[in-house]
């Protein structure tokens, strides 16, 4: 997540030396980077202060640094989107949320944008919203596994499991699909009665080389069904 182009900085060759101090993982080095990041100047400088924050663990001043710099800049737009990004990737949807509603109403047509405020309405309970938003976001890409698993997660949140198979299903067999998808699939076929396909699933994502939180909500699954007696 944290490569150059994450980050908006392929575009600035003059910052190469800079990131390759940073890419060491050396701390002495990134110290030093960090020295020398600081006389950059306009989003580059942002850009590359919160690049280094970011590489020395210092994650809460890498945010702020962008915060601080859309505070001034409040129509950079390419940054925001950096922000709203790493937030999502945080996990921290409250401060993800501001960013992304004001990234939308720029650009409401951006399919990327609409699948990340969707995710956020899910955890609000705005199952409707939601739903609406992913649907839209499929349309536009109709490949994507992360938003034929967001509009999947809606309708399995609603109760709709035999809808949400075939989604979930075309998200899980694309290559870039990550493990979660594959869980949530399983979720689907337990909920629609489809007990031994949910087991198949689970099996071969315990067998992949998956974190260890997603093999964890694996095997809870499929303890879990068989608690319940399904056969």
Not at 87 to 98: Q, V
Not at 123 to 134: D, H, I, K, V
Not at 161 to 166: C, L, S
Request: aromatic fraction near 2%; hydrophobic fraction near 40%.
């Amino acid at each position: 997540v944290y490569k150059r182009q994450t980050f908006g900085l392929a575009e600035f060759p003059i910052a190469d030396d800079l990131l390759s101090l940073l890419e060491t993982g050396d701390p002495v080095a990134i110290t030093a980077a960090k020295e020398k990041t600081y006389v950059v100047q306009g989003r580059l400088g942002a850009l590359l202060v919160s690049l280094a924050h970011q590489r020395a663990g210092e994650v809460r001043a890498s945010r702020a640094t962008l915060e601080h710099h859309l505070d001034e800049n409040p129509e950079d737009i390419q940054t925001r989107e950096i922000l709203a990004n790493l937030y999502t990737l945080d996990g921290n949807r409250e401060h993800a949320e501001p960013h992304l509603r004001r990234l939308f109403e720029g650009d409401p047509n951006n399919p990327i944008i609409m699948n990340n405020l969707s995710t956020i309405l899910i955890t609000q309970g705005e199952l409707s919203q939601a739903r609406s938003l992913a649907e839209r976001a499929v349309r536009l890409s109709p490949e994507d596994p992360r938003i034929l698993d967001t509009l999947g997660v809606v309708m399995l949140r609603q109760g709709d499991a035999e809808g949400a198979i075939p989604l979930l299903s075309r998200a899980a067999r694309n290559e870039a699909a990550g493990p979660e998808i594959s869980l949530h699939l399983a979720q689907a076929l337990r909920d629609h009665g489809r007990i031994a396909a949910a087991r198949s699933v689970l099996q071969d994502l315990l067998a992949s080389e998956s974190s260890s939180a997603t093999h964890g909500a694996a095997e809870t699954l499929l303890r879990d069904m068989s608690l319940d007696g399904a056969n």
